[in-house]
């Protein structure tokens, strides 16, 4: 629990080449990859679709927002070991990505993502305090659970503006009115790969992909199995279209691919058939999230990903013989 | 933390006499009977009732729900310790009443349940621990959480048919119209327990007081003591009649006081103060829990049992000189 | 985790000096002072707001509450230790003030505040054991939890009055029409520094900025800054109005203020910075569980204080030579 040592970034260290890679594996990080090329092509791959869908602050949050928390850390003093494998920045990224989505950019949203942004750092190192006991670690949930707090915030603040939140409701009525068709089916494969980054474009998933590729071959083909499997779970339980749509039962679901798949095990029969009722069940917590925050109208963000990828990994299976899944 | 050992269940032990007797203690576990016989007067009690209810799926969805959270805890090659006194098993058997109540029988709800019932057992292994730190274990909340994934992701899915779920309403005005009189109070208590399986049937509460005597008639009494005492509680306080009448402030009291009064402790003066206040509290959890989830029309299950259970085992006191309550 | 030891209360303990001055520690313990001069002006502040407000049987509840409280932990028999530094005690009087607020004073409230006072005292041994590896402990959350549940339960009760509980409604509009002026100002500072207490008044925040300037000036100073702070926060945001000039986003920035500012840590430069963002983070966790609780119509009471301080204490960051924050 010792979170301090004298291993830390000094000014100088900031203005390094290095740093910059640091700040790329941050990008990376999100979906485990200690990967400062991965972490690059990830941000190509959301300034296409940010731009593709007229939202170019989206990307730049990105951006600000993985600085920001990966700086957090330097002036925290924290010890460089996370640092140095951009594990301080991933929160971040998403927090850049997550509050510019949903509150526009404005004065008021800037403070609020660099506040928030900064916040995931520390929050991090706390979730990880409470979770270590467990043998698990608190995943992208610093990033959910901060970016919560300013999106609920924001329905009590005008300064911050929730016209891109959806309205609270009561769970009730909806479609499931999904255009078929296997190039339709190609492209919401595909969102759901770029909606990990709450981007909106079957390109950035492709992006995403090639990214993964670079890294871990195993992690790019666990993500587009999660992405099928998910929308394929989806449309068989025919769930909300227009969420199938946009890619939104498959992000989550990327993730939990990703991490039960090729970061807490690696890849064997008993560990990939685990990781199918993982993705699986990720999309009924996934439906579940959805569901549960209709009143507030908030955002599951990647939080069913936790949550799933949490249920697997705390009984400890040890479907490898070196790893126990911690 | 080490739940994998060699002692296994093999192909061969699942086609014996002992295996039936280990998945009828799985229903005896519901109330913490270890015992085939408590759990087969469990069974007759639900049939009964399920059939008088006209929902003759809802008593097969126990026996479904018990085989499979059974089955998957000898898949995963869990050590046999827990399952053959029927800890795998009773998650699941809930499960399977909580379903097909709310949820009604068809294909999906069918592959829900399946899914729901062998989740629970892996769960548990998670949840417990979690909790083990704490010296509480997941009591049968692996079941709550399980299926509130299911019950609340089936509104957005139209495979899974929502109709016996509760609309999702914003708190408000209720009814207390409780039709007295000794008779009517008599079904109300039997009703109580009958809930703990969610059997809206007075029938079914005199099987499970025969089924607890069976086993332990410290729990029989302790059963009938929380049902009549949450009811008075209940009624005192004039809550909503309806839910009086069927029972619903019940059934969480029952498992409360079978779990303080004659599980975690056993029954003494000092024990059976404790036990009578952890009632009395579990009703207005109960309550509590009611009005938190009607916006989302989430019934509760038996998580104010849980809650309640937890928060007065987790002191530690000892009202037994060999007993912490852990 | 051994709660019990020899160490305890006995029936002629209870009717000494000794032990108001225990009762009135208690009050203190609220704001973190083991101090009865500063308990009994805060009961002083109390029983003034109250009867201003017109509301004495909520000074009442306070007293009754904390002994109430502080008597629980003699009958479970406790170890001393806490009990005489007024730890039993400080959720009680909480309790007192809250559910007299909302639920007015009935027989039915009486008997609610009676039960959800004593329930407290073993709820915090109970959360202490929770927290106790995390080097947190449970702050006024056994006050927070403990009293949720008797607001929830209320609305499913027609023996307990809600007309003092705000009408569950989904997250919509409201004003930000704060009347400024430098003396409302004032008042608005106060009345956040009251309303620790729940009290609608500017004179008793007056009362409790005396009262922590007997025990300690560092928390009656950070008292100060965090009201003022957080106000300065919320109507830079544009937060709720009414919530504003109630007072409303003060009252748990300024808990966390004491907190984090002269409890937890010695004010040093650094801690500083760690307060002052610590009383910020707090306004918009004010603002987000307000939102998330609007469709229950439930109060978030201190706890947007106690998840502050838990995320500021629990990443063990040590600002103090001798203090880890734990």
């Not at 090329?37 to 949050?61: D, M, N, Q, R, S």
């Not at 949550?307 to 790893?323: G, R, S």
Request: with cysteine; proline share 3%.
């Amino acid at each position: 629990m010792d979170t301090i040592n004298d291993d830390k970034y000094k000014a100088k260290d900031i203005f390094t080449f290095e740093f910059v890679k640091t700040v790329l594996k941050g990008v990376g990080q999100v979906m485990f990859q200690n990967n400062a090329l991965t972490g690059l092509l990830f941000l190509i791959g959301i300034f296409w679709g940010a731009f593709e869908e007229g939202l170019p602050h989206v990307a730049w949050g990105a951006v600000i927002g993985v600085v920001v928390s990966t700086l957090t850390g330097c002036l925290l003093g924290l010890s460089k070991k996370d640092g140095e494998i951009g594990l301080w920045g991933f929160n971040g990224a998403l927090v850049g990505c997550g509050i510019f989505t949903f509150l526009g950019s404005s004065f008021y949203s800037w403070v609020a993502l660099i506040l928030c942004a900064a916040m995931t750092t520390w929050v991090r190192v706390g979730f990880n305090n409470l979770l270590a006991p467990f043998k698990i670690n608190s995943l992208t949930f610093p990033f959910v659970f901060s970016t919560w707090i300013f999106l609920l915030a924001a329905r009590a603040m005008k300064g911050l503006d929730v016209e891109h939140l959806a309205t609270p409701l009561l769970p009730g009525y909806f479609d499931f009115d999904v255009h078929m068709g296997f190039g339709n089916l190609i492209i919401y494969w595909l969102k759901g790969i770029g909606q990990v980054f709450l981007i909106n474009s079957w390109v950035t998933g492709l992006f995403f992909i090639a990214a993964l590729f670079v890294s871990n071959r195993y992690s790019a083909i666990w993500a587009m199995v999660a992405s099928a499997l998910s929308l394929f779970t989806a449309i068989i339980f025919r769930a909300v279209g227009l969420d199938i749509e946009n890619g939104l039962f498959g992000f989550s679901a990327v993730l939990t691919g990703i991490a039960l798949g090729s970061t807490f095990y690696t890849t064997n029969l008993k560990s990939s058939i685990w990781c199918i009722i993982g993705i699986v069940i990720t999309v009924f917590i996934q439906a579940a999230m959805d569901i549960l925050f209709t009143p507030m109208g908030l955002p599951t963000l990647t939080a069913p990903f936790c949550v799933a990828t949490w249920l697997f990994l705390l009984p400890l299976f040890k479907w490898n013989k070196d790893k126990t899944g911690g």
